[in-house]
């Protein structure tokens, strides 16, 4: 995740969060799934997202801690 995307992320709302982590998952779930039937040309695609998954989730985590 660049910086510039980082900031926006950081910005967002709990639920776009939410929502922005069910679409990488499935994006994730979708890269692997094709990368067991065929090699993807970028395997290291697959690690990008799931440290994205990993940053949204953590902070998920942080506003959820800051709001209590």
Same mark, same amino acid.
């Given at each position: 995740?660049?910086?510039?995307?980082?900031?926006?992320?950081?910005?967002? %709302?709990?639920?776009?969060?939410?929502?922005? *982590?069910?679409? *990488?998952?499935?994006? +994730?779930?979708? +890269?692997?799934? @094709?990368?067991?039937?065929?090699?993807?040309?970028?395997? *290291?695609? $697959? @690690?990008? +997202?799931?440290?994205?998954?990993? @940053? $949204?989730? %953590? +902070?998920?985590?942080?506003?959820?801690?800051?709001?209590?």
């Amino acid at each position: 995740m660049k910086s510039k995307n980082w900031n926006e992320t950081k910005n967002m %709302t709990e639920a776009e969060l939410s929502v922005k *982590l069910s679409q *990488l998952q499935d994006k +994730l779930f979708r +890269l692997k799934f @094709r990368h067991q039937t065929a090699p993807v040309k970028n395997p *290291l695609e $697959i @690690r990008g +997202l799931r440290r994205d998954v990993a @940053r $949204i989730k %953590t +902070l998920i985590n942080q506003k959820r801690k800051e709001s209590k």
